[in-house]
């Protein structure tokens, strides 16, 4: 069977079907996977057995790996590139990032040059009763950038328009974008562009973004609510559902996306999560 890209019925998201091993993909094959990957935003496929090994090496396809702040603690033996995010124990010690990315987030927003994208692979989904928990929602910044009135589109952008990261520290059960202290006056662009495609994309987190330069702080305060409110509308989301062997990717700058938090032991949740190629919001 060829592969076949299925889009989902959202605006963003598709699935990569078809007899597709991520472990052997040759190279035509992966520059169709690239190709729907910048078209989607987010793509998925099913059914997938690989190992470390092989997710860091499909990963470097994309881009160099991006190390984050919780590979430091919540990696794979053997593979500090991978993070582990799980509720599982171990002795009752925790074995990888309990609560990751409860909040709307692009990962690693607070960094000069946010990753390219995300790799998540699902070993264990939680379930009850053969119902499946633990979605992730995906918002699309990109057609959220495409809704707004022209005034809008047309407001100055670089540093006058910039956001500021500053953030804190997190623990092990904070949100998986990892938020970390960023110098003062380092903005990053409110309108993002994808590496790619050059598409523009809504660059703005609520929980990240505390001013914008040139503006008031209420004023700021309100347009970021209401731009981040924006971008999370319900026209502009796709909620997947978790299947064991799932191996599915996002753009960090065209996507945001938080993951549900509606399981807890007994159900285990336990994935693998590499982020690629860093660059500049244009």
């Not at 997938?48 to 919780?70: D, K, L, M, W, Y």
């Not at 946010?114 to 918002?139: K, N, Q």
Request: proline share 8%.
């Amino acid at each position: 069977m060829s592969m076949k890209v299925v889009p989902t019925a959202a605006v963003l998201g598709a699935e990569i079907a078809g007899w597709i091993s991520l472990a052997r993909s040759t190279t035509p094959t992966f520059a169709a996977i690239e190709r729907a990957y910048n078209e989607y935003g987010v793509i998925f496929f099913r059914g997938q057995s690989i190992t470390p090994a092989q997710q860091v090496a499909f990963t470097r396809r994309f881009g160099e790996i991006e190390f984050n702040i919780f590979g430091e603690r919540w990696s794979v033996p053997g593979n500090p590139e991978i993070v582990v995010l799980s509720n599982i124990t171990d002795g009752g010690r925790p074995t990888g990032v309990r609560r990751a990315g409860e909040h709307w987030h692009s990962d690693m927003c607070y960094t000069a040059r946010p990753p390219r994208g995300t790799v998540l692979y699902a070993i264990e989904v939680p379930e009850l009763h053969g119902l499946s928990l633990g979605d992730t929602e995906f918002a699309s910044a990109a057609a959220a950038w495409d809704a707004l009135p022209d005034a809008m589109k047309r407001r100055p952008r670089g540093p006058a328009g910039g956001v500021r990261f500053p953030g804190t520290q997190a623990g092990p059960d904070a949100d998986s974008g990892g938020n970390r202290p960023q110098s003062p006056g380092s903005p990053s662009d409110r309108a993002g562009l994808t590496r790619q495609t050059g598409r523009k994309c809504l660059y703005v987190m609520r929980d990240d973004c505390t001013g914008i330069e040139g503006m008031e702080p209420d004023e700021a305060e309100a347009l970021i609510a209401a731009l981040a409110d924006h971008i999370v509308k319900p026209a502009f989301v796709y909620r997947h559902q978790w299947r064991p062997g799932d191996v599915l990717m996002w753009d960090n700058c065209m996507v945001q996306h938080r993951a549900i938090q509606d399981y807890d032991m007994p159900q285990r949740r336990l994935m693998h999560r590499t982020t690629m190629g860093g660059a500049v919001p244009a």
